[in-house]
Nanobody
Framework: VQLVESGGDLVQPGGSLKLSCTAS????????MTWFRQAPGKERELVAA????????THVDSVKGRFTIARDNAKNTVYLQMNSLKPEDTAVYYC?????????????????WGLGTQVTVSS
């Protein structure tokens, strides 16, 4: 059972990246999926979440209008499209799988985590 993130890179301010998170060993549609990020010296924070069938989504205020979470259950993959990137978006981005929507902000409730992918926004 694992989640594997990819797509992180060094990008200039104003640029775009698309992160992917591929699941194996479990049925993706049984879980709500999220992206968290952790910057150096800061706590891990929720960035975006999507319900198991993709109907409901939420994004933290700091990324609204710039980031979009999506999923393709047939491909066992969750995505995070990031546009208009800012230096403050620099962080390691993690995807996570949780059973209950009410638990999306409670990291201890998660069943699975990926190891993360580094996103660096710098000129």
């Amino acid at each position: 059972v694992q989640l594997v993130e990819s797509g992180g890179d060094l990008v200039q301010p104003g640029g775009s990246l698309k992160l992917s998170c591929t699941a194996s060993g479990f049925t993706l549609k049984d879980y709500h999926m999220t992206w968290f990020r952790q910057a150096p010296g800061k706590e891990r924070e929720l960035v975006a979440a999507i319900e198991n069938y993709g109907i409901g989504r939420t994004h933290v205020d700091s990324v609204k209008g710039r980031f979009t979470i999506a999923r393709d259950n047939a491909k066992n993959t969750v995505y995070l499209q990031m546009n208009s990137l800012k230096p403050e978006d620099t962080a390691v981005y993690y995807c996570g799988a949780v059973r209950k929507w009410s638990d999306i902000r409670t990291m201890q409730k998660y069943d699975y985590w990926g190891l993360g992918t580094q996103v660096t926004v710098s000129s």
